[in-house]
């Protein structure tokens, strides 16, 4: 199983970008989904979570500017980021999680935002 992220760039701060993160083979109990990021020096951070019944969650810098959803048939997960900021300049990370505590990762994409 992979996790294939995606859409990463080169934005001005005010832009948007839109991630991708494709599951290729099946993760059986998958009950998170989501997005970290770690900026250069800087530990990684959680920027949103998916559940499975839909819920989402956001750290707090990002709410009302970043969106998090999904396709289930693509086994797909977005990242839609608007009004970007320099200090959002980071590699993006998604991952998934199981009921079973496993963690899988994807190899991250890089977002860099010009002032």
């Known amino acids: 199983v992979q996790l294939q992220a995606s859409g990463g760039g080169v934005v001005q701060a005010g832009g948007s970008l839109k991630l991708s993160c494709v599951a290729s083979?099946?993760?059986?109990?998958?009950?998170?989904r989501g997005w970290y990021r770690q900026g250069p020096g800087k530990e990684r951070e959680l920027v949103a979570v998916i559940l499975n019944n839909g819920i989402t969650n956001y750290e707090d810098s990002v709410k009302g500017r970043f969106s998090i959803s999904r396709d289930i048939r693509k086994n797909t997960v977005y990242l839609q980021m608007n009004s970007l900021k320099p200090e959002d300049t980071a590699v993006y990370l998604c991952?998934?999680?199981?009921?079973?505590?496993?963690?899988?990762w994807g190899q991250g994409t890089q977002v860099t935002v010009s002032s």
């Open positions: 991952y998934s999680k199981t009921v079973y505590g496993m963690e899988y």
């Open positions: 083979g099946k993760i059986s109990g998958v009950n998170v």
